[in-house]
């Protein structure tokens, strides 16, 4: 039943990503198991212990990029920049800063435990920015979504911007929808295929793929 057609409904049907790839069909990247071997197939696809894949940091900023550039008003739900503690001059970060901080105004700096140093410090000037607490708070404003580093998080931005600033992409992205899942039964087979499309309009079908230079090449 994993291939044989057991919807009722094809063509475009509107769903998450998730559903799409639970969703029953023979994908693109299940053919490219095939392509290889039946066996391989077997051990990527049906094998019930198969390995899982877990994305790895390209693979998740190429995600980011597509929706920065196909699903912008999407991207700040989904990512946010990790806290840098450059923008947070004078920020306490170690024991030994705590510590110091609370010499020098005149408090006592012995403790057990970290959090102790912290709670004093923030006693006596809730204003000190303490880097344990930024990164709470900014966790917390942000949980759920996906935190990249600094310098990815640029990155992201400014292949974005680059890629939407381009007279062409403009004109391709002007009209249509982003991340389509398409669904079609094999006429001679049965088999039912599945595709999601990154962008499809009236007259273009566009595909955003990242890459890494190979020796710099």
């Not at 057609?5 to 799409?20: D, F, L, N």
């Not at 290889?36 to 940091?57: A, D, I, K, Q």
């Not at 920049?81 to 510590?99: F, I």
Request: charged share 25%; with cysteine; net charge negative.
């Amino acid at each position: 039943m994993l291939f044989r057609s057991a919807m009722t409904e094809t063509g475009i049907i509107r769903m998450g990503a998730a559903q799409y790839h639970t969703a029953h069909g023979l994908s693109n990247s299940m053919l490219k198991h095939l392509d290889v071997s039946p066996y391989r197939f077997w051990h990527m696809v049906l094998n019930p212990n198969r390995p899982t894949e877990e994305p790895t940091s390209e693979m998740r900023l190429g995600t980011a990029l597509h929706a920065a550039v196909l699903e912008p008003g999407k991207f700040d739900e989904l990512y946010a920049c990790k806290l840098d503690a450059a923008d947070y001059p004078g920020c306490l970060d170690t024991m030994d800063d705590l510590k110091r901080w609370l010499q020098e105004h005149g408090l006592p700096t012995g403790a057990k435990h970290k959090q102790e140093l912290v709670d004093r410090v923030h006693l006596y000037d809730p204003e000190q920015p303490i880097l344990q607490l930024l990164k709470e708070a900014h966790e917390a404003k942000h949980a759920g979504k996906t935190l990249f580093k600094t310098d990815d998080w640029f990155r992201i931005g400014g292949a974005a911007h680059a890629l939407r600033s381009e007279p062409r992409i403009q004109e391709i992205l002007s009209e249509g929808e982003a991340e389509v899942s398409m669904f079609a039964t094999d006429p001679d087979t049965g088999v039912l295929l599945k595709a999601r499309m990154d962008w499809i309009s009236p007259y273009f079908t566009a595909d955003l793929k990242t890459f890494s230079q190979m020796r710099g090449k």
